[in-house]
């Protein structure tokens, strides 16, 4: 079993930095795609960043340029590093590792909000 704890969620003026930790249980972490994904009041949850096991990323459009996904596989830990954050972006972030075989872990989620 893996399981995930995100932290690092918090209160930010708009423009601001915040960077989220997501932190795996077990190695399993480190041989598995890693996504962030959020969801706001309302809507439905979506991917925002993933990054592979051996560090390709791929973004929503609507972060490129100010969220960075990265992951430090000797400490089962990944991260997103969010800047010039926006009203927009103020959802429940969540951590996710999906396995080769099928299976699928979340996290508790941390709250993120960006006061314009």
């Known amino acids: 079993q893996l399981q995930l704890v995100e932290s690092g969620g918090g209160l930010v003026q708009a423009v601001g930095s915040l960077r989220l930790s997501c932190e795996a249980s077990?190695?399993?972490?480190?041989?598995?795609?890693l996504a962030w994904y959020r969801q706001a009041p309302g809507k439905q949850r979506e991917l925002v960043a993933m990054?592979?096991?051996?560090?390709?990323?791929n973004y929503v459009d609507s972060v490129k340029g100010r969220f960075t996904i990265s992951r430090d596989n000797a400490k089962n830990t990944g991260y997103l590093q969010m800047n010039s954050l926006k009203a927009k972006d103020t959802a429940v972030y969540y951590c996710?590792?999906?396995?080769?075989?099928?299976?699928?872990?979340w996290g508790q989620g941390t709250q993120v909000t960006v006061s314009s």
């Open positions: 996710r590792i999906t396995t080769w075989v099928g299976r699928d872990f």
């Open positions: 990054i592979t096991e051996g560090g390709s990323t």
């Open positions: 077990s190695g399993i972490f480190s041989m598995n795609p």
